[in-house]
Every structure is written in C-alpha cells, then in structure tokens.
C-alpha cells in the first residue's frame, strides 16, 4: 500500500489508555464479548480510503496520483509486503473478530490474521510467516471506556491507531482509524463502519 518512498517520515504521537477493570454493556453484554463475531463493511457510512488517501498525500504537498479521470477503485490499495497491515485495516471489506481474554484475533480476507494483547504484551500482528527481513508487525490494545483502542507498529516503522466502538445496540462497528505510514509526511484519517452479519462464513 502506498509506496511513497520518497516522503518525510512523520513524528508519532501515540497515547494509550489504562485498561478499566468495569466496562459498559451492550443490550446487557460486556462490550468486551459483543464486540466479537463477524462483521461487513457499510460503504455508505464509511469513509472512501483513496478518497482519504489522496488527502493526507495533498496536505503533506504531494499529488493525488489518481488524476481527474482515473477514479478505480481500491487505487491506492497494493505496494511493498511491510505495508500490508495499512491495506487490511483500510481496504478489505469483512472482519472477524474473536476475543478470550486478554487476547483478540481479527481475521481479514486471505487469511491475514492479527493476534494481540488488552495486558500489555506486545506480540506479532499477522500470521503470514514468509517474511525473513523487516522486523514484524504488532500490535496491543487498551480499553478506554466503551471503546477498544488498538496501536500497531506495521514492519515499515509507521504507525496506526484504531478505535472501535459499538452502535445501533451493538449491530454496527465504527472504526476511527489514524494511519500514518512511514513514507507519509501527513496522517490518513479515516473512518470505516461494520454492520453485525453473521452470515459470513
């Protein structure tokens, strides 16, 4: 995703939460347990990615590489592998996730899994074990109120921070994403919303 190599590496400012020992329920569930299951995106209510994309490029003096007439979707979708957790967070259209305290699984298309943490420990983020060189992702959560607050620390030397909250009594997932890629002089701001299916197989 988003080979821009040539950009200015941006400071991170990331601050996470304590973990509360008392969380809020969802139609009687701890928001802990409702967040679980397998969830679609709402394209309606979710931000367009490369619409988001070509802004964080413009504000930090860059051109949006897309032109006037070239609109396909998913554009900016795609680039080196140390990348891939930007496009799975921003691009793929179904998310599953599974919770047993204190760990989480998010499951994306392909197979692309992410394992972290709500106690601390750090741990890697994917589950595609064929890279040699680069480091790994990982990533860790905190619950700050109602919401899970996810950072990750992608393999490029980026950043991102996610926060997940529930709505429509707990059929609707709203991510606010600040996603800041190594080679970005300026974040991606971004919000995507799920709804509940559990249709998916």
């Known amino acids: 995703m988003l080979a821009y190599s040539n950009l200015k590496k941006a400071v991170p400012v990331v601050c996470a939460g304590a973990m509360l020992l008392s969380l809020p329920a969802v139609e009687g569930q701890d928001v802990r347990q409702a ?18 994309v070509a802004e964080a490029l413009e504000a930090g003096g860059e051109r949006d590489s897309r032109g ?6 998913d554009f900016y979708r795609g680039g ?17 996730i599974d919770y047993t305290e204190p760990e989480f699984r998010f499951a994306y298309a392909d197979d692309y899994v ?12 994917t589950a595609n ?16 109120g109602g919401a899970l ?4 620390r992608p393999r490029d030397g980026g950043f991102t921070v996610e926060t997940y909250t529930l709505e429509a009594d707990g059929n609707r997932l709203r991510i606010e994403m600040l996603i800041q890629p190594d080679t970005f002089r300026e974040p991606i701001n971004l919000v995507r919303v799920f709804d509940r299916n559990n249709q998916i197989p």
């Open 35 to 52: 967040i679980t299951g397998k969830w679609i995106i709402n394209e309606q209510l979710s931000d367009d990615t490369d619409d988001q």
């Open 68 to 73: 006037f007439f070239n609109r396909k979707e």
């Open 80 to 96: 080196p592998p140390e990348q891939e957790l930007y496009d799975r967070i921003s691009y793929d259209d179904v998310l599953s």
């Open 114 to 125: 992410r394992v972290f943490h709500t106690d601390g420990r750090r741990r890697r983020s």
């Open 129 to 144: 074990d064929f890279y040699t060189e680069g480091g790994q992702d990982w990533s860790s959560a905190n619950w700050e």
């Open 149 to 152: 607050v996810v950072e990750a």
